[in-house]
């Protein structure tokens, strides 16, 4: 007798789950209204059908240029019935970024804005494999009018299957560091991605999530996490700290993920007199806490703060430091609440040093990852891919080191170490210096050219409002905290500092200046 193993849960299972469950429960709220899990199922269905028309099939790319709404998600939803590759573009993108990586994946067809469909309309020959382009919006000549073909009744309620190794995502990184590089996903990737969200994060059908990161990042494995339970999310595309703080109460948010510079622009704003008594789970990420933030964060909300570690190679929570753990402990590497946690059961870890092998207890090394939710690739990358991907794990570029515990503690990017006069510096150290100072609000150490020393250290700071400091006594603050080759020579003093899409300090940027 042969016995097999039947195939695993599919993407198609996982959306279609609250849809027969719960098709009169609100599924989706954003800025402009509110949609129930059935309507969601009706309106994709029509969707499909349009893009089968048009001529798409199984593999074919589906891009997506919108921002955090509805129609996002029924578009994510119609595209995966219909078996392709859906490649969500940062609509902060700049218009050179979003043709490049249009020519690069070669999409059958396009969902965007009014803005952006008028302004591809004009530069519509320079992507050649378009078949349609689907407007959300006024009518744009030359387009199809999403909103028309929603709501025409149409239904399809064919579904056109992955196999687990199929394309199913790919995702442009935001080109901080030279072009976008287009990230693969496969259906067993993402759908264990998918997984490890709802456990890991111990998601429930009565959750009311609150996103204030864009749907084309690292929500784009969440938004489904949330919808397969039946939970309900609430949308933003901008973040305003008074407005989530009324969100909070009006709609009894139970979950939350912000970027760090969000929490503080939160903490800023709030004078504790909103209702946050719905929290359960407060997520940060895409870059370390500040640990003085940190400590005002847990003094505000509770005990409720989680931090996951994660890239988009191998996403979406590589590690974890959950509630319990956000402690004042000190270790060997340093405070428990500076950690980013422990790998989580679907992720191996290591630290290694430039030639590969595993570094000593306590030393710096680079994270590497081993995980089913790896990328494949870099779309039409090979070269690049074969840097990143070594013997099936991924070299994240990212520097860290353990405690006695296990837990890892990120020290900084492999290419933003600093050299001066041959000693390494990692900016982070000097930034966290520089944080005990109350009249810093936001911080970031760079190496520039120097003709004696290699590089020195530079700091660019922001103040908070009203409070004051100099560049005398930053240094001196990190002469009595570091050795003295890691104190900033410079220190300039600016109003904001460059953030990539997704919250992060653009260090080249601020380097180029």
Same mark, same amino acid.
């Given at each position: ?71 996002? =998600?029924?578009?994510?939803?119609? %595209? !995966?019935?219909? *078996?392709?590759?859906?490649?969500? $573009? /940062? ?45 959300v919006g006024d009518s744009v000549p030359g387009t199809l009018d999403w909103r028309r ?53 111990? =998601?429930?059908?009565?959750?009311? %999530? !609150?996103?204030? *990161?864009?749907?084309?990042?690292? $929500? /784009? ?81 509770g005990n409720i703060l989680l931090q996951v570690y ?204």
């Open positions: 007798m042969t016995v097999s193993t039947p195939p695993g849960i599919g993407i198609a299972h996982i959306v279609d789950f609250a849809l027969r469950r719960d098709p009169d429960k609100t599924a989706v709220i954003d800025d402009l209204g509110e949609i129930t899990f059935g309507e969601v199922d009706r309106q994709a269905d029509g969707l499909a059908r349009s893009f089968r028309d048009e001529g798409v099939r199984p593999g074919d790319r589906v891009a997506i240029i919108l921002p955090n709404c509805i129609p996002f =998600i029924v578009t994510e939803v119609a %595209a !995966l019935r219909c *078996g392709t590759v859906k490649v969500p $573009l /940062n609509i902060r993108f700049h218009i050179n970024e979003v043709i490049y990586a249009l020519g690069d994946c070669r999409p059958t067809i396009l969902i965007c804005d009014e803005a952006y469909g008028r302004t591809l309309a004009g530069r519509r020959a320079e992507i050649s494999s378009l078949k349609a382009i689907y407007v073909i929603v709501t025409s009744g149409a239904r399809e309620r064919k579904r056109d299957l992955y196999q687990p190794n199929d394309p199913i995502l790919i995702r442009y990184t935001g080109g901080t560091t030279g072009r976008p590089k287009g990230i693969v996903h496969t259906e067993m990737s993402y759908v264990n991605t998918v997984l490890d969200c709802i456990r890991e994060l111990s =998601i429930r059908g009565d959750d009311v %999530a !609150l996103h204030l *990161g864009h749907l084309s990042h690292g $929500l /784009n494995f969440m938004w489904p996490a949330f919808f397969s339970v039946g939970a309900r999310q609430v949308l933003r595309e901008r973040f305003d700290p008074k407005g989530v703080l009324e969100d909070f109460a009006r709609h009894r948010i139970t979950y939350v993920y912000m970027v760090p510079t969000m929490v503080q622009r939160l903490l800023k704003e709030d004078d504790g007199s909103a209702d946050v008594s719905s929290l359960r789970t407060f997520l940060y990420a895409s870059a370390p806490m500040p640990v003085p933030i940190l400590r005002e964060a847990i003094r505000r909300f994660t890239l988009s190679e191998c996403p979406v929570i590589t590690t974890i430091l959950a509630p319990s753990e956000h402690v004042e402990k000190e270790t060997s590497a340093g405070t428990r609440l500076g950690s980013c946690g422990r790998p989580i059961l679907t992720m191996e870890m290591q630290l290694l040093d430039d030639d590969g092998r595993e570094v000593a207890f306590g030393e710096v090394g680079e994270i590497a990852v081993r995980s089913i939710n790896n990328m494949a690739e870099y779309w039409n990358l090979p070269e690049q891919t074969a840097e990143t991907l070594v013997d099936g794990w991924v070299r994240t570029g990212d520097m860290a080191c353990q405690d006695e515990e296990g837990f890892y503690y990120l020290v900084d990017r492999k290419k933003d170490v600093i050299i001066t006069g041959a000693f390494n510096v990692y900016p982070k150290e000097v930034e966290d210096v520089l944080y005990l100072h109350p009249a810093v609000a936001q911080c970031a150490a760079v190496g520039v050219p120097d003709k004696e020393w290699g590089e020195i250290i530079k700091a660019f700071v922001v103040l908070h409002s009203e409070q004051v400091a100099t560049a005398e006594e930053l240094i001196e603050l990190c002469k009595a905290n570091l050795a003295s080759y890691k104190k900033p020579r410079q220190v300039v003093f600016v109003e904001s500092l460059p953030l990539s899409p997704v919250g992060k300090v653009m260090r080249r940027a601020l380097r180029d200046s």
